[in-house]
């Protein structure tokens, strides 16, 4: 499996920004199939972004209702790393951010879908 490490969390004002980096290495990420998801006291693991290979030079990217507008997905394959660049960051947006990837090609937004998970990052939005 592909090791993840997330990194770039913190504490921010409303209406802030923040951009999350995942490191991986034991694979490459070019074509494997990575998602971001937080998780928040009290909450279960929820679906903020997926990002898939479909061709040469494309990706496709969803994301979630929540956040749409707002985060923005990142691959550089030369680093090897996947970035997620919030915006407009709203208290409800505090969590506890994890990346993470698949191999399978299932076009899923859940959690048990994803094999390889970083560690979390804390990201903390003031009012």
């Known amino acids: 499996q592909v090791q993840l490490v997330e990194s770039g969390g913190g504490l921010v004002q409303a209406g802030g920004s923040l951009r999350l980096s995942c490191k991986a290495s034991?694979?490459?990420?070019?074509?494997?199939?990575v998602g971001w998801f937080r998780q928040a006291p009290g909450k279960e693991r929820e679906f903020v972004a997926t990002?898939?290979?479909?061709?040469?030079?494309?990706?496709?990217?969803d994301y979630a209702d929540s956040v749409k507008g707002r985060f923005t997905v990142f691959r550089n394959n030369l680093k090897n790393t996947v970035a997620l660049q919030m915006n407009s960051l709203k208290p409800e947006d505090t969590a506890i951010y994890y990346c993470?990837?698949?191999?399978?090609?299932?076009?899923?937004?859940?959690?048990?879908?994803?094999?390889?998970w970083g560690q979390g990052t804390q990201v903390t939005v003031s009012s």
């Open positions: 993470a990837a698949s191999e399978s090609a299932i076009e899923s937004h859940e959690p048990a879908d994803f094999d390889s």
């Open positions: 034991g694979r490459t990420l070019s074509r494997l199939r």
């Open positions: 990002d898939r290979w479909v061709a040469r030079y494309e990706y496709t990217t």
